[in-house]
T-cell receptor
Framework: EPEVTQTPSHQVTQMGQEVILRCVPI?????FYWYRQILGQKVEFLVS????????KSEIFDDQFSVERPDGSNFTLKIRSTKLEDSAMYFC?????????????FGSGTQLSVL | AQSVTQPDIHITVSEGASLELRCNYS??????LFWYVQSPGQGLQLLLK??????LVQGIKGFEAEFKRSQSSFNLRKPSVHWSDAAEYFC???????????FGQGTTLQVKP
């Protein structure tokens, strides 16, 4: 079965630094998502993206966060100035047909540690 | 506001025993409900989903779940657990029109030999 690929699997950064988390969604998918899971907490929705623009974002997704699909294959999440509380597992997901499609395919995640 | 509650943070069962993981949801309209499983080092894999129709849905790996509107529940079951089922299980409800999922806290399943 095709997979969503995320790199790196682990990222360590200093507080205040910028990080870019990378995802390669499944090739014919049109809708893309980022979720995160802080240790011991629920998986939380961050943002959904379709047709090169954000379709929905949560209150977590403030001005420090941005997403981009730079080249038609990658889907990135940028955190401009990381905070300690950004430490979490970040999951990318994609789906072929969007809101009415029932299945999101998730990557295996990037564990971000902010020191 | 929509929410999902998984009352059991951690469950331990013996291999071969039956399993039921609880999930309660709060959602105004007809919910679209999901169960995902996460094995260590892996992404979230869809086990099964409920959109409409038959309230007992079958999924992969021998799992099933029953939607009970009167109880706002969508419990996951398996008649005989295998050691490879040890993982974390997440119940989720789809919210709104963008495919956003709201997840429960997750239940960690441990399987004793």
């Amino acid at each position: 079965e095709p997979e969503v690929t995320q790199t790196p699997s682990h990222q360590v950064t200093q507080m205040g630094q910028e990080v870019i988390l990378r995802c390669v969604p499944i090739s014919n998918h049109l809708y893309f998502y980022w979720y995160r899971q802080i240790l011991g907490q629920k998986v939380e929705f961050l943002v959904s993206f379709y047709n090169n623009e954000i379709s929905e974002k949560s209150e977590i997704f403030d001005d420090q966060f941005s997403v981009e699909r730079p080249d038609g294959s990658n889907f990135t999440l940028k955190i401009r100035s990381t905070k300690l509380e950004d430490s979490a597992m970040y999951f990318c997901a994609s789906s072929p047909r969007g809101p009415t499609n029932e299945k999101l395919f998730f990557g295996s995640g990037t564990q971000l540690s902010v020191l | 506001a929509q929410s999902v509650t998984q009352p059991d943070i951690h469950i331990t069962v013996s291999e071969g025993a039956s399993l039921e993981l609880r999930c309660n949801y709060s959602y105004g309209a007809t919910p679209y409900l999901f169960w995902y499983v996460q094995s260590p080092g892996q992404g979230l894999q869809l086990l099964l989903k409920y959109f409409s129709g038959d309230t007992l849905v079958q999924g992969i790996k021998g799992f099933e779940a029953e939607f009970k509107r009167s109880q706002s529940s969508f419990n996951l079951r398996k008649p005989s657990v295998h050691w490879s089922d040890a993982a974390e299980y997440f119940c989720a409800v789809r919210s709104g029109n963008t495919g956003k999922l709201i997840f429960g806290q997750g239940t960690t399943l441990q399987v004793k030999p």
